[in-house]
C-alpha cells in the first residue's frame, strides 16, 4: 500500500517588505512587522530592492518600510532611487528612521514617502502607519466615484479687496474657528451675488485651517511660497481649493516650513495679489510675531487680536502694546475680540472684563460666546459651525459681524 506525500502549504502571499542596510539592526521592526503581517513580508538590501521594485512579483507589495540610520546618510541618492521605484509602481513607503538628521529626512519624504516613524518604533506605531496608508487609499478609491473636484480656482483680477486679519494672543483662544467660519459667513451672506472670499493660512508649520474644513494640504502652495517673485494670478489659483464652491481657501503647506520662508515683500505680494481678485481677504495668522506680521498689520483693513479672560491674555496683550507702541506701529489697529465672554446673565465676568479691559487700556470691541462642545466637533468634521449646528451661539455672532463688516464693504464701495 502505498501512501500519497503530505501536501505542503503554499508559500505565503508576500504583502510587504522591509528594505535596510542590515534588518537585524531594527529588531523591533521585524516584531511589529511579524505582529501585523505574520509570515507574509520579506527583506531586502538597498541594491536588491531597486532590482526588485522592477519586476513583476513586485506587484503584490502593499507597502515597503524603509529602515534608516546615520551611517545610511551618505546613500541619499540610493534611498531616493529607491522610494522613487517604489511610488512609480504604486506601492506606498513607510520611512523609519533611528538618529537621521532633519534634512535627510525632509529630502526624502520630499521624495516621495508617505509616512514616517521614528525607531525605537513606539507601540503600535508601524500597525498605525499601515492604517493611515489604507484610510487613504480608500479614501481615494472612493473620490474616484465622486465628481471631480475642480484643481484650481478660476480668478479674476481687478478688484480691491478687504483685508481681514486674525491672531490669537494666546494658545487655543479659538482664532482658526474664528477665521474659518468668518470667511465662510462671509462668503454666503447672500443667496446671490456673494462676495468672492479667500482665506489664506499663514499658519506654514501648525496651520489647521485644512483640518477645519476637510482640504487637501497641496503641493503647490510650497512652490508657491518657495518662489513668491515669480507668483501671477494662475500659480495663485494653482494654489488654492475651493469649499463647496463658495469659498476659496490657501492652506498651510504639507510640511513644516520656517516662518522667514516669506519675506515681508513677499507677503505684501502674496496679499497684494489675492486682494486683486477677491472682496474679502481673511487671513489666520500664526501666533508668533514674525518679521513679516508688521507687513499683514499695516494692509489691513481690520486686525482681530482674540484674547480670553485670563492672565495669560492679559500679560500678552499689554505685551504686544508696548511692542507696537515702541516701534511706532497702528496699535489702533487692533480690534481686540473676547472669546468665551461672559454671558448676559454673569454679571461678575461681565465686571472682570470690563476691569481687564480698562487696566490694559484697551477697548474689547468684539465679545464671543462659548460656542461649546459643538465648536470641536464642526472642526472634527471638516464643517463651518453653520453646517454642523447653525444655532450655536458663536455661530449666530460671527454670521453678525460677517453681516456687518459686507455692509461697510458696500458702502465704502458705493462711497467711491
Same mark, same amino acid.
Given at each position: ?11 505565503? *502571499? ?9 534588518? /537585524? ?55 531616493? /532611487?529607491?522610494?522613487?521605484?517604489? !511610488? ?46 489604507? %484610510?487613504? &487609499? ?26 481681514? &486679519? ?37 499658519? @506654514?508649520? $501648525? ?39 463658495? @469659498? ?7 510640511? +513644516?516650513?520656517?516662518?522667514?520662508? +516669506? ?9 497684494? !495679489? ?5 472682496? $474679502?481677504?481673511?487671513?489666520? @495668522? ?33 505685551? +504686544? ?46 465679545? @464671543? ?11 472634527? *468634521?471638516? +464643517?463651518?459651525?453653520?453646517?454642523? &449646528? ?16 459686507? %455692509? ?9
Amino acid at each position: 500500500m502505498t501512501t500519497s506525500p503530505e501536501r505542503q502549504p503554499a508559500p505565503a *502571499h508576500i504583502l510587504a517588505c522591509t528594505i535596510s542596510r542590515d534588518v /537585524q539592526a531594527f529588531d523591533l521592526l521585524i516584531e511589529d512587522m511579524e505582529a501585523l503581517l505574520g509570515e507574509a513580508w520579506g527583506d531586502l538590501g538597498f541594491e536588491d530592492a531597486l532590482t526588485f521594485l522592477g519586476q513583476p512579483d513586485a506587484a503584490s507589495l502593499e507597502f515597503i518600510a524603509l529602515a534608516i540610520d546615520s551611517e545610511d546618510e551618505d546613500n541619499l541618492p540610493l534611498l531616493g /532611487q529607491v522610494i522613487a521605484r517604489a !511610488t512609480e509602481r504604486g506601492i506606498k513607503v513607510v520611512l523609519i528612521a533611528d538618529d537621521v538628521t532633519p534634512a535627510s529626512l525632509h529630502k526624502l519624504l520630499r521624495g516621495g514617502a508617505d509616512e514616517f516613524a521614528p525607531y525605537p518604533l513606539p507601540e503600535g506605531e508601524l500597525e498605525a502607519a499601515v492604517m493611515r496608508l489604507r %484610510a487613504r &487609499a480608500e479614501a481615494a478609491r472612493a473620490a474616484t466615484m465622486a465628481p471631480p473636484a475642480p484643481e484650481t480656482v478660476t480668478l479674476k483680477g481687478g478688484g480691491d479687496g478687504v483685508l481681514i &486679519a486674525a491672531q490669537g494672543l494666546c494658545g487655543g483662544c479659538g482664532t482658526t474657528t474664528f477665521a474659518v467660519n468668518l470667511a465662510w459667513e462671509l462668503a454666503t451672506v447672500r443667496k446671490g451675488g456673494a462676495p468672492r472670499v479667500c482665506l489664506i493660512d499663514l499658519g @506654514l508649520q $501648525f496651520g489647521t485651517i485644512a483640518t477645519y474644513l476637510d482640504l487637501p494640504r497641496r503641493d503647490a502652495v510650497f512652490e508657491l511660497l518657495s518662489d513668491i517673485p515669480a507668483m501671477d494670478g494662475d500659480s495663485f489659483g494653482q494654489a488654492l481649493v475651493n469649499y463647496d464652491d463658495k @469659498l476659496s481657501v490657501l492652506t498651510a503647506p504639507p510640511d +513644516l516650513l520656517p516662518l522667514d520662508i +516669506l519675506s515681508p515683500e513677499d507677503v505684501k505680494a502674496l496679499l497684494d !495679489t489675492a486682494r486683486d481678485h477677491f472682496d $474679502f481677504v481673511v487671513v489666520d @495668522l500664526p501666533k508668533t510675531i514674525a518679521h513679516w506680521t508688521e507687513t499683514v498689520l499695516t494692509e489691513s483693513q481690520v486686525y482681530f487680536a482674540l484674547i480670553e479672560l485670563d492672565m495669560r491674555s492679559a500679560q500678552n496683550a499689554l505685551r +504686544l502694546k508696548r511692542a507696537l507702541q515702541s516701534e511706532d506701529l497702528p496699535f489702533e489697529k487692533l480690534r481686540f475680540a473676547l472669546n468665551r465672554a461672559p454671558k448676559f446673565t454673569d454679571l461678575q465676568g461681565k465686571t472682570r472684563a470690563k476691569r481687564m479691559a480698562e487696566n490694559l487700556g484697551i477697548e474689547i470691541g468684539l465679545q @464671543l460666546p462659548d460656542g461649546g462642545k459643538q465648536v470641536q466637533m464642526a472642526g472634527d *468634521h471638516g +464643517l463651518p459651525l453653520a453646517k454642523q &449646528a447653525a444655532k450655536n451661539p458663536l455661530r449666530k455672532e460671527i454670521a453678525k459681524l460677517a453681516a456687518e463688516l459686507y %455692509a461697510i464693504g458696500q458702502s465704502d464701495a458705493e462711497a467711491a
